[in-house]
């Protein structure tokens, strides 16, 4: 992306001029004028864009480039020809020549110009029109009389608006009340903020020049390097404007954009103590990364004393089970609050939901899922969009690990919590499961006309965890049939063979088998895993004991204990008469002492319970510290809330629906399906309060829940 101007935080477009080398080529110009010299109408120029379109591309053999789009106005498409000029003046770079006329041997030699450079350069380039066609989720464009993409013009530009509509990019307000924008990982991915061949597969370097108009608005951006920051005087007023660029080639929905009235809180060096993970790469051993911290004035405390002190720590444990981080520096932004997802990682930029700020800090487990994914994910992806679980599985597996290792607690403290977290979980993919219809429950899809994803990523998956928690099981199950100690070396062997590759599953079993080949027999080898674990819906049976066989853990007995004598409480008191039920008492102090973990399985219990009565549920939650417990732990009270229908607890509902957006539509659907009229009121008044700035996509699925829109 050549340019980005005029970028006004007021929901206005992006003016972009996007740059192609040849094999991303084309060019375009609107037809403006009728025959007869008359303007044409909005309609007349929609159908003679069709009319060329049929007689240039269907009637001929001429060569088409095609790149994904979708809700944005395209104002031009030229072939871009660079006069030929000394070496010196393009920074000593060979072969400038090659950015004049066509050249079908040297196409992936095209030299990378300096992006400043190259922005200088492009105003005194020659530009001819080219034809495209822009359909609603892609632009198509090609030069007449050239049949093959090798002979493609070098470079063309693409100049084009993005629209409000767009959903790329979220337009809103942060939590001081400043407007913002930023890209919100949507399921179209960037389709909408930038034409691009939107596939694992089709990997690209590139530069970016942002202006955002106001100076005291930050710009945040993916990127190898801190942004080079220049200043140019107009009508008296100095604009600055944001250089950024990467030299390491990646998918394009990865790039990640953020401009706002940010506060850098802190900035934090971490020096890389770790060899590099590969021969061909350079030495990495005692390279200084830094990380900068950003957010709304607002959360300022709560990032000092939660990310400050954790993050170092939390890289060192990562790279300690992974290797050198793999970038050269790190943004993290704790992004507005209508934020769908509770963290989202791009090369060099981290995005994190306030949810994340729970005073407990149980939340930052959430920090080492989004850093996992420098290493899976982004230095090394899934070649096909079906096998997401080659990156949400593994960061679900190893953020636990690295988050242990950031918190220095033992090892056996460790696996006891661990196999806590699997109970939760495992009931978690159960419910998931029995709800989900059966195309969405395979971590693996054999390819087929029917299951081809079209336009972006399934928008349904972003309400599941199946693919994180089903392959999180799978990794944990390869785990135990070799060791924790020998699965992690493995995990360390997947970054050095496959870094900057995309992967496959049967990539992963093959290298397995290959690293412990005393394991594979007739009964576990690379086909009876795939198809206990990847090609069906089903789970595997032993599944259902080992993530469920937790009575003897030392951390559940106690609250086992207690749910004995809470349950026994509830039914004397049940039975009593209300004078009566005042001389019953119990002691919950223990409450106050559990440990999260411990916290999650005794609310857990008790929303499984057959009935429990109102005035009992008010007394386990008096021991709970509700102002400094995470959202994991206040879902589930909600949860209660709902279930019980305690209504002098209802505000704490509406509090979280507006706090906790990306926590939030399951506590919809069960305010919806309870049938209590008050219990739709939170639901609608909660939904009228938030659904101006919720993505679009959820806001259609809780319009359904509650008012039956599709």
């Known amino acids: 992306m050549q340019c980005i101007k005029n970028c006004a935080i007021r929901n206005q477009p992006v003016i972009a001029d996007h740059i192609y080398s040849k094999y991303l080529t084309s060019c375009t110009h609107d037809i403006e004028i009728n025959e007869n010299g008359t303007k044409k109408s909005s309609e007349e120029k929609v159908k003679y864009c069709d009319k060329i379109w049929q007689k240039s591309v269907c009637d001929t053999d001429d060569f088409v480039m095609i790149l994904d789009s979708h809700a944005i106005d395209v104002v031009s498409v030229n072939e871009v020809q660079f006069a030929y000029v000394n070496k010196m003046q393009v920074n000593q770079i060979e072969n400038a020549e090659l950015f004049t006329g066509y050249n079908c041997n040297n196409v992936s030699n095209i030299p990378s110009i300096d992006s400043i450079c190259l922005q200088k350069r492009w105003k005194d380039a020659e530009k001819m029109p080219m034809e495209y066609f ?9 030069k007449s009389g050239v049949t093959c993409g090798c002979c493609f013009p070098n470079c063309f530009e693409i100049n084009f608006k993005t629209k409000p509509e767009g959903e790329s990019l979220k ?26 061949q939107d596939i694992p597969e089709a990997l690209a370097t590139w530069s970016a020049h942002v202006a955002p108009g106001d100076n005291d608005l930050v710009v945040l951006m993916t990127g190898d ?9 107009v009508d008296g007023i100095e604009t600055l404007t944001y250089h950024f660029s990467s030299d390491m080639a990646m998918p394009s929905s990865t790039l990640a954009l953020a401009i706002g009235k940010w506060t850098l809180v802190d900035t934090l060096s971490h020096t890389d103590q770790m060899a590099s993970v590969t021969e061909t790469q350079p030495e990495s051993k005692g390279n200084t990364m830094k990380c900068r911290l950003f957010t709304p004035r607002r959360h300022k405390e709560a990032v000092l004393t939660l990310i400050s002190p954790y993050f170092p720590r939390c890289l060192t444990a990562a790279e300690r089970l992974l290797g050198p981080y793999p970038f050269k520096r790190l943004d ?62 593994f960061c679900t597996y190893t953020e636990a690990v690295i988050h242990n290792g950031a918190l220095g607690k033992s090892e056996k403290q460790f696996q006891h919590e661990r196999q806590i977290i699997d109970y939760l979980k495992f009931r978690t993919l159960l419910a998931e499961i029995n709800n989900t219809s059966d195309d969405l429950q395979h971590l693996r899809v054999k390819p087929s006309e029917e299951n081809v994803i079209k336009n972006g990523m399934n928008p349904d998956k972003g309400f599941l965890q199946l693919h994180y928690i089903k392959g999180y099981f799978l990794l944990k199950f390869l785990e135990e049939k070799s060791s924790s100690t020998r699965f992690c070396e493995f995990l360390s062997t997947i970054v050095s063979r496959f870094h900057h590759n995309l992967i496959t599953s049967k990539d992963i079993l093959v290298l397995y088998f290959e690293l412990f080949p ?3 027999d007739h009964a576990f080898n690379e086909d009876t895993v795939s198809a206990e674990w990847l090609d069906t819906r ?12 937790i009575n003897e853990n030392p ?23 209300w004078q009566k039920r005042r001389k019953l008492t119990i002691d919950l102090h223990e409450i106050t002492m559990f440990q999260n973990v411990q916290t999650l399985v005794m609310l857990e219990h008790m929303l499984t319970h057959g009935k429990l009565h109102a005035d009992v549920i008010e007394l386990v939650f008096s021991q709970i510290n509700y102002e400094r417990a995470n959202p994991e732990v206040t879902h589930r009270m909600c949860e209660l809330i709902i279930k019980y229908k305690e209504s002098c607890l209802y505000g704490m509902i509406h509090e979280f629906l507006i706090d906790h957006q990306a926590m939030g539509v399951y506590l919809f659907g069960e305010l919806i399906i309870s049938l209590d009229k008050q219990q739709r009121k939170i639901a609608e008044n909660a939904f009228a309060a938030i659904r101006d700035g919720m993505d679009k996509g959820v806001k259609r699925v809780v319009d359904a829940m509650i008012y039956g829109v599709v």
């Open 134 to 142: 822009l359909d609603d989720w892609c632009l198509k464009i090609w």
């Open 171 to 196: 337009w809103t307000m942060d939590q001081d009340g400043n407007p913002c924008v930023f890209t919100h990982g949507h399921w179209i991915n960037n389709r909408s903020l930038f034409p691009s």
């Open 225 to 233: 390097n801190d942004p080079v920051i220049t200043g140019q005087e």
């Open 332 to 393: 993290i932004l704790i992004v507005p609050e209508n934020f769908q997802s509770l963290g989202m990682a791009s090369p060099s930029l981290m995005f994190l939901s306030q949810s994340v700020l729970a005073p407990d800090g149980e939340m930052l487990l959430r920090v080492a899922h989004e850093l996992s994914h420098s290493w899976f994910g982004l230095l090394i992806g899934p070649r096909d969009w079906h096998e997401e679980w080659l990156s949400e599985g």
């Open 518 to 520: 005393e394991l594979r």
């Open 538 to 549: 089903e789970l595997p049976t032993h599944l259902f004991k080992t993530a469920t066989d």
């Open 555 to 577: 951390f559940v007995i106690p609250v086992f204990k207690l749910m004995e004598r809470i349950t026994n409480y509830n039914s004397q008191y049940a039975r009593l008469h």
